[in-house]
């Protein structure tokens, strides 16, 4: 298995912009989170899956976040509009109760 | 308070040194706790998961105190590759999500 794949690795967009930021979870995981890792708030948990159900997004910081999980092959995650306070490393990891993996991660710029 | 927390260091430890260092957590009811390792620009990784008993995995241990709601990392015989940011991690009662703390930077210096 390749692992978590995260697309794009690197995104630079203009502040009121859509960004959408793509996963693919490892083949049989039950779990799927979404974190943000800045160098001031450090490694946030967004939102999460089990068994491609929201189960909780409280970390989500505001409506212009929103994320999906069509099925358990895939997941998005939007912002709409962006703001240059969004940028961050955005880590897409699916796992188990036991251990999480993590992608490599989206490099998130908003100018 | 934040559910996790960690000295965000960064501790500079000598090569061949040992270096041992805490992270706290406030919900009692958390069940499995875990250490990751993150270099600089990479994702984080799985070290190894705190066991009750504690737990060895070659010149790493990790330790748990439930009474007192921390996890300790020690390293022995520290060395160069060991330099990263090592996050303490708790899944806790409410759901089964995996909390992070801030991570404890690591400099291990020639």
């Known amino acids: 298995d390749a692992g978590v794949i995260q697309s794009p690795r690197h995104e630079v967009t203009e502040m009121g912009q859509e960004v959408t930021l793509r996963c693919k979870p490892i083949?049989?995981?039950?779990?799927l989170f979404w974190y943000r890792q800045t160098m001031m708030r450090g490694l946030e948990l967004l939102i999460y899956?089990?068994?491609?159900?929201?189960?909780?997004d409280s970390g989500m910081p505001e409506d212009r976040f929103s994320a999906k999980m069509p099925n358990a092959s895939f997941s998005t995650l939007k912002i709409q509009p962006s703001e240059p306070r969004d940028s961050a490393v955005y880590f897409c990891?699916?796992?188990?109760?036991?251990?999480?993996?993590f992608g490599q991660g989206t490099r998130l710029t908003v100018v | 308070r934040k559910e996790v927390e960690q000295d965000p260091g960064p501790f500079n430890v000598p090569e061949g040194a040992t270096v041992a260092f805490n992270c706290t957590y406030s919900?009692?009811?958390?069940?499995?706790f875990f250490w990751y390792r993150q270099d600089c620009r990479k994702e984080p990784k799985l070290l190894m998961s705190?066991?009750?008993s504690g737990n060895e995995d070659g010149r790493f241990t990790a330790q748990l105190n439930r009474a007192s709601q921390y996890i300790s990392l020690l390293i022995r015989d520290s060395k160069l590759s060991d330099s990263a940011t090592y996050l303490c991690?708790?899944?806790?009662?409410?759901?089964?999500?995996?909390?992070f703390g801030g991570g404890t930077r690591v400099l291990v210096k020639p």
């Open positions: 083949s049989g995981h039950d779990y």
């Open positions: 990891a699916s796992g188990q109760l036991t251990e999480a993996f």
């Open positions: 919900n009692s009811a958390s069940q499995s």
């Open positions: 899956f089990n068994n491609n159900v929201p189960i909780d």
């Open positions: 705190v066991y009750s």
């Open positions: 991690v708790v899944n806790g009662a409410a759901g089964n999500k995996l909390t």
